[in-house]
């Protein structure tokens, strides 16, 4: 009897503990570490148990958890791509979460603006900052140098070193449309532009025009090789085998692309820019759903915070190569930028980065713009009149 009664005092601690399912869409060595952050965490306190799962890409992960919000089956903590998380909120999915975090000023001085500040919608606090990004330019240097070129750092550079880099067995760019059209955004905010103004999309306004009618010039030269976010592979192994001599991507992309063996020197550059443009943040927030209890909210907070830990914040930069959400961390990553200055392009754009736009519409109108993109520089329909279409399509969403 003694003996069940130990044990039965033994089990409680476990069966006290509050289980924090977490639905994430990192893989290889990002979603990795994210297991072992969770393990670390279980260990090193009982009050909480997390339980990541990944669920696929972020489209992916989108779709599982629209099937599991209708049947009440949702995850505690979702980590929401920034162009959807404003319709998690939007939607009432998402929880505020001001009333649980009791942050000190040191902590907040401490985050960077543009990623801390995305997670706020209409004055209250819905997202925290995990993954953060800035798209770069993945680039052949050995060609450029070959060339006598340089990373271009405007647009009208950019057109003639990608001129300058085709020939009969390699276009100069490879451009992906990516169904949230965020690489095309790029090249609209750091002319200066906005894909939305005043609450509405902004589709036909010149910097968009602007960009699409470079690619579009681009393309009938054959300077372009275009390719679906469904073919991102295909863009990966043309720039790899040298048929495109440079990619636009997220810096995200990198540790996916040691994958494959380079045979030449591989350079990143930031995004090209005007004077006075930005690049748009990437990346995700992360989101606590409606139906959680308190206790799996103050968990899911918890977790959150040791992921903050600037040790921690440093770990995720070297296995991700997002940037450093902390200011603090930035010290303990000097050796790995040190050892690869290219890895530090992503993270001095923050300088420069703006968030993209929070409406719970965004992420519709964005993949019109996305279908746009395709039906101009694949289908050969003419920009002003695609983008036209996209407008109309857009303002017609509520």
Known sequence: MKKLLALALLLLPVLAQTEVSFWHSMD???GRLLSAFAQEFNARQGLYR????????????????VAALRTGAQPVLFQAEISFFPRLVGE?????????????????????????????????????????????LFY?????????????????????????????QAKGFIFVTDPQAWLFEAMVTSRGGSLVREGRPNFLSKEVVEALEMLWRMNRAGLLSVRSMAESTFAQLD??????????????NWPAAENFSFAFTLGVAPVPRETGG????????????????????????????????????????????????????????????????????????????QERPRLPQFSAWASLLAEA?????????????ALEEAQRKAEAIR
């Open 28 to 30: 290889g060595p990002a």
């Open 50 to 65: 997390v339980l990541p799962q990944y669920v696929g890409d972020y489209r992916d992960a989108e779709t599982k958890l």
């Open 92 to 136: 009432g999915r998402a929880l505020a979460l001001d009333p649980y975090l009791n942050l000190d000023r040191a902590f907040l001085e401490d985050l960077f603006e543009p990623a801390w500040n995305y997670g706020l919608m209409e004055g209250k606090r819905y997202g925290l900052p995990l993954n953060t990004s800035t798209p770069v």
């Open 140 to 168: 052949n240097l050995d060609a450029l140098r070959a060339k006598g070129l340089k990373a271009p750092r405007n647009w009208k550079e950019f057109e003639e070193v990608a001129k300058a880099l085709t020939s009969r």
């Open 239 to 252: 720039f790899v085998r040298t048929k495109g001599m440079m990619v636009m991507a997220s810096i995200a």
């Open 278 to 353: 930005k690049v748009p943040l990437g990346g995700a927030q992360l989101v606590v759903l409606r139906g959680a209890s308190e206790a799996q909210v103050r968990g899911a907070l918890e977790f959150w915070r040791y992921l903050m830990e600037p040790s921690n914040v440093a770990r995720w930069v070297e296995a991700s190569y997002y940037v450093p959400v902390r200011k603090s961390a930035a010290p303990l990553l000097e050796g790995f930028y040190r050892e690869n200055p290219f890895r530090k392009v992503a993270f001095e754009q923050i300088a420069v980065a």
């Open 373 to 385: 993109l395709e039906k101009s520089l694949k289908g050969g329909m003419a920009p002003q009149r």
